[in-house]
Nanobody
Framework: QVQLVESGGGLVQAGGSLKLSCAAS????????MGWYRQAPGKQREMVAS???????NIADAVKGRFTISRDNAQNTVYLQMDSLKPEDTAVYYC??????????WGQGTQVTVFS
């Protein structure tokens, strides 16, 4: 079994930065993509950023230019660098790793709160 452990969330003032990390407890074979989703109170979960095994990225319009997704060379960890944070970025952020487009692994979620 694979467990995804997230870290890096917290309370930050608007304009500040945070870096989220998500590490797999075991090496994942046939990993196809990794990504970050977020869910704010009363809203649906939305995709924030994703990166494929080929290193192509997809960034949501709401965070484009402010957030950057990256991964380590071993593909065991995915990061989300969040800069110029806004109060509307406040949400629980979830890490997801997809195996061969058939199985998804999800992290436990980490709270990001941005205050003005």
């Amino acid at each position: 079994q694979v467990q995804l452990v997230e870290s890096g969330g917290g309370l930050v003032q608007a304009g500040g930065s945070l870096k989220l990390s998500c590490a797999a407890s075991r090496r994942i074979v046939s990993l196809s993509s990794m990504g970050w989703y977020r869910q704010a109170p009363g809203k649906q979960r939305e995709m924030v950023a994703s990166i494929t095994s080929g290193a192509s990225t997809n960034i949501a319009d709401a965070v484009k230019g402010r957030f950057t997704i990256s991964r380590d060379n071993a593909q065991n960890t995915v990061y989300l660098q969040m800069d110029s944070l806004k109060p509307e970025d406040t949400a629980v952020y979830y890490c997801r790793m997809r195996v061969a487009s058939m199985t998804d692994y999800w992290g436990q979620g980490t709270q990001v709160t941005v205050f003005s």
